[in-house]
Structures are given as structure tokens and as C-alpha cells.
């Protein structure tokens, strides 16, 4: 699982997602891999959070300098829904737990998210209704039933337009050339 709360984090998101693991561990067989990008100024309060798990497969880091290295170290991703990470998760071909920011101007991040969400490459969960219980069950899921990851990532990669600079530099080049 890669968590990313942004450069700066995402305080819902990181005072959740720790408790969130030790629930899902606790008392059971469930392997499970944590990179938890928490932001600069929230790292080791994240840190704290997890505890021992610190020793059992998770690791905290304030920043993520090689994006592309993450994503295809991940087979899932938990984050918001900003319009660059919706690519990157899309060229990526990785499925996702989209957490929209809620005071994101004109609910763009909604908007964002139902692209992946409708296509069924990931699952929204709104902060408003997101508690330690719910990402606990929500993470359970996947890993009870691990082809989902498959059959996400798939969707996620069909949306990707792979070659879009080039195609937007010749739309350029062709009204250039039409004055």
C-alpha cells in the first residue's frame, strides 16, 4: 500500500491510515507493505503512529523524490484526487482509494476521481464519512479478494493516453500551421 497525503500531507489521511493497519494486522496473518508519504512537517508524527509495525513491513518517509519508482513498487494506492495524480495513477496502471480533498474549489477533486471511480480503477471514500473502521474494511477487501487489484489496474491503464504530449504538441504544430 502507497499512501500519499501530498507534499505537504494530508492530516486526515495520516491520522487515520496507521490505525487503520494495526487494526487490519492485529491478531491476524495479513501481510501487508506500507510507503506512507506523510509530508515534511508530519513524518514523525506519523512515524509515532505506527509504533512497532515500524519493524514489520512499514516505512514512513516526509517526501517521494522517485514518483514513477513508488507507483510501480505499489499494488494499490491511497491518496487525493488532485488532476496530476489521477494521471500518474492512470499511465501508472495502478488501482486506487481516492480520498478527494472536500474544500477543493468547485469540488474539482470529485470531479477528478469519478474519471478513475466510473471506470472502475478505484474507490472513492470521502473524508466525511472515513474513519479507522471503514479504511480497515475497505483494506481487508483487497485483500481478501486480491484480483480486484488486477482487474483496477487494468481499468486504470485503459484510461491512459500514453503518447498525450505528443498529441497535444501536434494539435499546436496544426493550428500553427492553419494561420
Not at 512515524?47 to 523524490?65: K, M, N
Not at 480520498?99 to 477543493?104: F, G, I, K, M
Request: glycine letters at 8%; one cysteine or more; charged letters at 20%.
Amino acid at each position: 500500500l502507497l499512501v500519499l497525503g501530498g507534499s505537504l500531507g494530508a492530516r486526515p489521511i495520516n491520522n487515520m491510515i496507521p490505525g487503520a493497519v494495526r487494526k487490519l494486522v492485529k491478531g491476524s496473518d495479513a501481510l501487508l507493505d506500507v510507503w506512507h508519504q506523510a509530508g515534511e512537517d508530519h513524518a514523525e508524527v506519523v512515524q509515532a503512529s505506527y509504533g512497532s509495525l515500524l519493524d514489520h513491513g512499514v516505512r514512513v518517509t516526509p517526501f517521494i523524490e522517485d514518483m514513477a519508482g513508488a507507483y510501480a513498487w505499489a499494488d494499490l494506492v491511497l491518496c487525493r484526487a488532485g488532476a496530476l495524480t489521477i494521471a500518474e495513477l492512470a499511465i501508472m496502471g495502478r488501482p486506487s482509494m481516492l480520498v478527494p480533498l472536500p474544500q477543493a474549489i468547485d469540488d474539482h477533486q470529485n470531479a477528478n476521481a469519478r474519471a478513475l471511480t466510473e471506470r472502475g480503477a478505484a474507490i472513492l471514500l470521502r473524508q466525511s464519512e472515513m474513519d479507522v473502521d471503514s479504511l480497515a474494511g475497505a483494506l481487508q477487501d483487497f485483500l481478501v479478494h486480491p484480483q480486484r487489484l488486477s482487474t483496477m489496474a487494468a481499468a486504470a491503464a485503459a484510461i491512459a493516453t500514453p503518447d498525450a504530449a505528443a498529441r497535444v504538441s501536434d494539435y499546436c504544430e496544426e493550428l500553427m500551421h492553419a494561420r
